[in-house]
């Protein structure tokens, strides 16, 4: 398929609520189709993350992890390729840590956001199979920023302390690049 172009922050329909896929949908060529023009995007763009929303499918379908290290996020760890529909966010206690953030649809950008420490998340891969996880640290940090994309919201809109906001080649520039 192909990479798409990805919505940028003030595109009102990144602020939609997502409508769950429907279960005529999985293990359908329309959602595979799907699923591949996420992928063939997110790794355009290097992305740790990204959901349907930010290319204007208005579904709840995100997609993560599986890129290895990544040159966006160099410090880290890998998380498994995961496609994740409906999902469903469970914090396993109230433990939040404060990280730095970045988003395909607010390039050039970053912003240190609070988020759960631990969580539990459970939904479909595309072919409509049980997924249930426990994770933590950055793993837990991805799934809540891309599942909150389904709900219409960006990153910048959690963050507490809008001095903690900048831009990534000024905030980080050890990093060869953004
Ligand atoms: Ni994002």
């Not at 172009?5 to 769950?20: E, T």
């Not at 996020?73 to 469970?90: M, Q």
């Not at 950055?138 to 990153?155: K, M, P, T, W």
């Amino acid at each position: 398929m192909t990479a798409r172009a990805v919505l940028r922050m003030g595109d009102a329909r990144l602020l939609r609520i997502a409508q769950p896929v429907p279960e005529a949908l999985f293990g359908s060529e329309e959602l595979a189709n799907l699923v591949t023009d996420l992928i063939d995007t997110m790794r355009a763009e290097s992305g740790a993350g990204i959901a349907a929303p930010q290319i204007g499918c208005d579904l709840r379908v995100v997609i993560f992890g599986g890129t290895g290290r990544n040159p966006r996020y160099p410090d880290a760890p890998e998380i498994p390729y995961t496609v994740l529909c409906n999902p469903v966010i469970e914090p396993l206690d109230d433990a939040r840590e404060a990280g730095w953030e970045g988003c395909l649809s607010v390039p050039g950008l970053r912003g240190e956001v609070k988020r759960f420490s631990r969580i539990r998340y459970t939904g479909r891969d595309s072919a409509g199979h049980a997924i249930d996880r426990t994770v933590e640290g950055f793993h837990a940090r991805v799934v809540q920023h891309e599942c909150d994309h389904l709900d219409g919201i960006l990153y910048p809109m959690r963050i507490d302390d809008l001095r903690r906001f900048g831009f990534t080649t000024t905030l980080f520039p050890e990093w060869a690049t953004q």
